[in-house]
């Protein structure tokens, strides 16, 4: 802090004026003069996987970039997301060098003893992709096929059900673009994914003549949350109340129509939002 002297009082006291009605942290989280302490939220995601969130030029954007930003904006925060790649999501998360994560991921039983969720804000499936002319039509029917996934992932796991833990035939990529190019290029017979991620690329690529096909007796229904560590309880609390308004306003259903054209299951979102408290 620099000196005080008889010639800068005048600007010290409008200085100190100024200080008392801005937020020193710089997070412009302020809401009725209430929340003034509110910092900026350091948020990892893996920016790969459209449409949920990928890199568009040296931006993030993204269905779940956008409901976040809405619900960061409801609790009174601002934030810096930063693409790590996936696994350096769990990793960092634990050694505290980021407040949250948010990547579809997957509220799992597993995930809930090291990590805390928010409520439930998405209802995902795991679906196969395959070529318009594949005789594959459920999961079974993967078995004797080569099946590209992202590694660590829900969908990894799904497979190893059916196929067995690290058999020869799944081919674990780091990111779901590096799994779609091994079916683009003839390496895998199918790719197993979230079906949001898998169907929005079907639909923005028909000449690639690619179909999706779901099989509800083997792949679970997922919700996906956004991860804090543990003893993030208050900032928890602060985002499931957000998550909730943002999805009352109407504002998640505009969100969610924009990006995939349909309306969201509100029903079965609320009821699992309802289980998890």
Not at 60 to 89: C, M, N, Q, R, S
Not at 148 to 160: I, L, R
Not at 208 to 237: C, H, I, R
Request: proline share 3%; hydrophobic share 40%.
């Amino acid at each position: 802090m620099k000196k005080v002297t008889v010639f800068s009082i005048l600007l010290v006291f409008l200085f100190l004026a100024a200080c008392g009605t801005s937020d020193t942290s710089g997070t412009g989280g302020e809401k009725d003069g209430e929340d003034a302490g509110k910092k900026t939220l350091k948020v990892m995601t893996d920016a790969a996987y459209a449409p949920f969130e990928f890199m568009e030029g040296d931006k993030i954007v993204g269905f779940e970039i956008d409901v976040l930003k809405a619900v960061a904006e409801e609790a009174g925060y601002e934030l810096d997301i930063k693409h790590t790649g996936w696994d350096p999501i769990f990793v960092e998360l634990n050694k505290g060098s980021y407040d949250m994560a948010i990547s579809s991921i997957s509220i799992t039983e597993d995930r809930e003893k090291e990590y805390l969720f928010t409520i439930p804000f998405f209802l995902s499936t795991n679906k196969i992709m395959i070529p318009e002319d594949s005789d594959i039509k459920t999961a079974e029917d993967l078995k004797g096929k080569k099946v590209a996934v992202q590694a660590s992932t829900t969908g990894h796991f799904a497979v190893e059900k059916v196929l067995g833990e690290k058999h020869p035939d799944i081919k674990a990529f780091e990111n779901n673009n590096l799994a779609i190019l091994e079916l683009d290029s003839g390496g895998a017979d199918a790719v197993v994914a979230d079906n949001g991620v898998i169907e929005y690329y079907a639909a923005q690529n028909p000449d690639k003549n690619l179909k999706v096909v779901g099989d509800k007796d083997t792949f679970d229904a997922e919700f996906y949350g956004m991860m804090f560590p543990k003893g993030s309880d208050d900032l928890k609390a602060d985002f499931d109340k957000a998550i909730e308004a943002v999805i009352e306003s109407g504002k998640y259903t505009e969100i969610y129509k924009e990006w995939f054209g349909t309306e969201p299951d509100l029903e079965a979102l609320k009821a699992e939002q309802e289980a998890s408290k």
